[in-house]
């Protein structure tokens, strides 16, 4: 997908022409795995909320929607053939099932966490469905844990879109969230990668190799 086409231009643009609707099918789309910045939608359509080109309610309903609909289409998809299509992207990279099974695992004790906080990272906000779909997850447990995530999120980047819009510009709040999404990202990576690193090094000097 051209960049041009997803610039926050003509995401601007869109909004202008189709309101609500491009607001909900942005993010819905971003959550189905689709790369559209449904971060970048939800703090236009908060912006132009602040300068009542658009219903603050309506706005937030249709960031909600879309991420708890969105969700859930990805928690399915995870669900019905995520596990067979993990281990045909775990032979290409020479990863043994037994190891997919213990990620698997380590993913579902830690899924309801993954799926609430992982609105707020890079890429996270994408995959933590599907994951939870492959994890196994029970449904009414994922449903809650989707809506409340996806309402928290959608109250937070509305919001703030709503207020700071009015002291800063659309570019710069964009950029901003942008690079603390990414940021966080890589804190959570390093939190657990780190460790890993730690505990195959013990593993290796208590066996001598």
Known sequence: ??????????????AHQYGYWAIFLGILLENLGIPLPGETVTLVGGFLAGSHE?????????????AAIGGTFGYWIGKLGGWSFLLQVGKVFRISEERLLNIKEQFSQNAAKAVFFGRFFALLRIFAAPL?????????????????????WATVMVTLA???????????????????????????IALIVVPLWLESRQVKRATGE
Not at 1 to 8: A, E, H, N, Q, R
Not at 132 to 152: C, D, Q, R, W
Not at 178 to 185: C, D, E, G, H, Q
């Open 132 to 152: 939870a779909g492959i994890a196994e997850m029970p449904f009414n447990k994922f449903f809650f844990y989707n809506l409340v995530g996806a309402s928290t």
């Open 162 to 188: 709503f207020f700071a819009g009015r002291v800063v510009s659309l570019e710069q709040l964009v950029a901003w969230v942008s690079k603390f999404a990414i940021a966080a990202l890589l804190i959570l």
């Open 54 to 66: 658009l219903n603050y309610w309506l706005v937030l309903g249709d960031a909600v929607a879309g």
């Open 1 to 14: 997908m051209s960049l041009d086409l997803i610039s926050l231009e003509n995401i601007q643009n869109f």
